[in-house]
């Protein structure tokens, strides 16, 4: 009752518009508890693959969004100038990241970030796009050998879109690379393929007849190039496109498509190693949850590492794998001092051959041999 | 790296101010995991008292704030006029609560709201005051019989602090009709007793010598009215010092004054059933947590049922009270079955005389007697 009278203004005479500002809503009890409810799938999973997470504020200084989005920026919120600094709400959770690292000279992280950002579009509110909305960011920072983290991320979509429970789902992959080979063989001039990167990106949304009427009436490019386009983005599928593209005579001299397609066919192999295929087929503050560390003393075990870490978040272990295909086994037990892993899974041919992991103590340094059958449950007995 | 390519803009020649906007802050995965930590507790409690969460909008109607926060008004951000509405930022969560009472016609909630709000403060960073700053917010709103959901809001406080487990602290509370009633048996004119009370709340920060110089020769008052303010404020106390205030002639003799130092005995006396002391001494969607509603079938069982909530509360048993001395068997079960709350104890004289409980299944009905100590442990074994 005093809360309401208070919403009267001193006078209490002016009429009041009761209303959330255009594009944003409120979320109440049972919206909240389903919204918590999805974060909680989506956080878990997060951190079944060793993520950190960070918060950055909700504005920034303007100039650190100015030239980050394009023709998008006129979309940025700015607030009033009030003397001080000039500020802008943050449009997304990428540009406030990379401003984050510069900013503490990180070079590599792995963090997730779920946050509001600001737009100020003209949303279809009926169909849930909202002016203040959610995104749920997870990032992998540093530079890794080629294809790991890619799929790690690929993995954590794949996870997410199945435990959410939302049926049939279909995840798009790109390399930048490939679209610029493929723009080159098809005869894009140079300059132009920047905008006709943003009208190919319409396909989504429009018939192929359209985005071929505006590559040719508006942004000039000849019938024949946007036809030669038109073949390629045609083509659909997975581990057998790139095989197929990688065969294909014109396509393959070009070497930013050859090394995108090379890269795509090693991407997918990994993804099969993780089980990501077509369904129709300490005292110290830690900052992870994460619960072993799947490691390997011998070279050449990539493969078995990230099947048996794949296994281990299969079973809801959280679990982590250096991104490297032959790292050394100190600096993998390094990587668990420095993060506060309690548990080592070390790989190696004995191992391999015995049907066993040989599992350590990372604070005891004691190592006992574990069936493989055993594993997951002796993970989980140690880490209650 | 391409990420912190985009941060060169895109000319890459601007230098470039790379810092938060003024009383901001970003938070690491450090201090994310300890932000968790304490939220987490914090929720809990909340949750196990019954309370719904809601959200709201990071800003509102710029008309929606105006005229709330008197002085302080000039501390809202406003956002920039871009065309279209006017927009400010949150300046708490209080005014967008009331907001979205008034808009859905809400009048009766238990909720929770953890969000940040701004303010154009110049905040002492060092003393970790910030523009951007995260509020817990627990609000009762509706009409109760009195002081029930008051000393429910105290025990929260109380468990909170105590969990955090953060050390020594003290809860002061107030009742506005007290300090009305003393302002008017001191003598300060009707008109004053606003900017006086304004006075008053600096003796957080002030010395009483400088706050009376203050109300002498700013605001007006004669030395003799200050001096007998004075007296009263100085003095400290709980149940005592209500009990002894009401025998005081003078302030006894006011009317607001002695409603409100009963109301305050009263909710000392629920307190003490709530153990709030000094220790110096189904289907559908669930928005609460709740797994036990403590009720009673006769009358006069108030005292009976706080105690019972309050030992099932500490036992860490999610449990809710109906905020009513005598409320009919049929309301309690109703409550139950509009939010979902499985089990019902219920109290009557035959049970406290058998020192056992009636333990009611909501969806079933059934009833059986469970012996005192063994009700903890039902209701666990009941609500996995």
Redesign the interface.
């Known amino acids: ?1 005093q ?2 009278a ?2 009267g ?3 209490g005479k ?1 009429v ?7 594009g ?7 919206q ?5 409810k999805v974060f909680s799938i989506i956080i878990s999973c997060f951190k079944r693959h060793g993520a ?10 303007k ?2 969004l ?3 989005y394009g023709e998008d920026s006129k979309l940025i ?6 003397g ?2 000039l ?1 802008s ?1 943050r449009y997304d959770l ?2 406030p ?8 000279k990180i070079t590599n ?1 792995k ?1 997730y970030h779920i946050a ?1 950002v ?1 737009r ?1 579009d003209n949303p279809a509110m009926t169909r849930g796009r909202y002016r ?1 909305f959610y995104q749920c960011d997870f ?1 992998i ?1 540093g ?1 890794y050998d080629a294809m790991i983290p890619d799929a790690e991320c690929l993995k954590i979509v794949y996870e997410i879109l199945n435990e959410l429970d939302l049926g049939d789902f279909r995840i798009k992959v790109n390399d930048r690379r490939i679209l610029d080979g493929m723009f080159a063989v098809c005869g894009v001039p140079d300059e132009k393929f920047r905008t006709i990167c943003s009208t190919v990106d319409k396909l989504d949304k429009m018939a192929w007849e359209d985005v071929k009427k505006e590559m040719v009436n508006e942004k000039g490019l000849s019938e024949d190039v946007a036809d030669r386009i038109g073949e390629y983005v045609s083509m659909q599928g997975g581990q057998d496109l790139a095989e197929r593209l990688l065969q294909d005579p014109k396509l393959s001299q070009n070497k930013q498509a050859f090394a995108g397609l090379t890269d795509m066919k090693l991407l997918f192999s990994y993804l099969e190693l993780f089980q990501v295929t077509d369904k129709t087929s300490s005292e110290k ?4 949850e994460t619960q072993v560390l799947v490691a390997s003393a011998q070279k050449n075990l990539l493969e078995e590492r990230l099947k048996l870490t794949s296994q281990l978040w299969n079973a809801g272990i959280k679990a982590e794998v250096l991104y490297k295909k032959n790292p050394k086994l100190l600096s993998q037990l390094q990587h668990c001092e420095e993060t506060g892993i309690p548990l080592v899974a070390i790989l190696g041919e004995q191992e391999l051959k015995d049907g066993v992991v040989k599992l350590r103590n990372v604070a005891s340094r004691e190592e006992v041999d574990v069936p493989r059958a055993d594993l997951v449950d002796e993970i989980k007995k140690r880490t209650l």
């Open positions: 009752m809360l309401k208070q919403l203004g001193d006078e002016h009041f518009v009761l209303k959330t500002a255009k944003t809503r409120d979320y109440n009890p049972k909240m508890a389903i919204r918590e950190e997470t960070i918060d950055t504020p909700v504005f920034e200084l100039e650190t100015t030239g980050k919120y700015d607030l009033k100038d009030q001080g600094e500020l709400l990428t540009v990241f990379a401003r984050y690292l510069a900013l503490n992280i963090r509001k600001y100020r203040e990032d920072a530079q503050v830690r900052t992870t």
